[in-house]
């Protein structure tokens, strides 16, 4: 059980645009930044967005994210196949002396 | 180049210890956070702890304490995870992820290979 809520899986076609969600609570989300993960099978995860919706050098302008109160969105516009990879959300958790959680990971297929 | 490199895949009889070391390259190593993240078969991201290699003050996940220690070298620009009492559950993949970069104190921007430590008997 993740301490960040996300879906376990999402879809769309090429050309679309999707969106992930991330839940969480105000010790996590609701007080520090969130940042998406993109992970390939076999593969280490790759950095994809930090403080809520910056993009790291490199990163495709076709991801975004988004942050409100205790919940989060990563947006991906303009799908394309090799989209296709599972997503994390992080945020560090201020209880328990401080923590990084994760979402359970959500599952991007391109039909 | 930025870059993290970590030791070979482990197999360990339960009960037992192991320890995975990240060598860090291309950067200051003492500016940045060292954290540890686990990866079961088929399961999502588990924090572990991270490493201030410059304070060597270490900060364990609540859940792993007392089971994980991690360490490091400044004269080899390594960290080393150690856990020990290993049990099944613990078969995964460990990762090494740089933190405190100009992207945020939280942001793992880069990121070792990956060490599969498999528990069984």
């Not at chain 1, 997503?87 to 990084?100: F, I, K, Q, R, T």
């Not at chain 2, 304490?65 to 995964?92: C, I, K, P």
Request: hydrophobic letters at 30%; proline letters at 4%.
């Amino acid at each position: 059980q993740s301490v960040l809520t996300q879906p376990p899986s999402a879809s769309g076609t090429p050309g679309q645009r999707v969106t992930i969600s991330c839940s969480g609570s105000s010790s996590n989300i609701g007080s520090n930044t969130v940042e998406w993960y993109q992970q390939f099978p076999g593969t280490a995860p790759k950095l994809l967005i930090y403080s809520n919706n910056q993009r790291p050098s490199g990163v495709s302008d076709r991801f975004s994210g988004s942050k409100s109160g205790t919940s989060a969105s990563l947006a991906i516009s303009g799908l394309q196949s090799d989209d296709e990879a599972d997503y994390y959300c992080a945020s560090w958790d201020d209880s328990l002396s401080g923590h990084v959680v994760f979402g359970g990971g959500t599952t991007l297929t391109v039909l | 180049q930025e870059q993290l490199v970590q030791s070979g895949a482990e197999v360990k009889k339960p009960g037992a210890s192991v320890r995975v070391s990240c060598e860090a390259s291309g950067y200051t190593f003492t500016t940045y956070s060292m954290h540890w993240v686990r990866q079961a078969p088929g399961q999502g991201l588990e924090w572990m702890g991270t490493i201030n290699p410059n304070t060597v003050r270490t900060s364990p996940a609540q859940k792993m304490q007392g089971r994980v220690t991690v360490t490091r070298d400044t004269s080899t620009r390594t960290v080393y995870m150690e856990l020990n009492s290993l049990r099944s559950e613990d078969t995964a993949v460990y990762y090494c992820a740089r933190g405190g970069s100009r992207y945020g104190a939280d942001a793992l921007d880069i990121w070792g290979q990956g060490t599969r430590v498999t528990v069984s008997s």
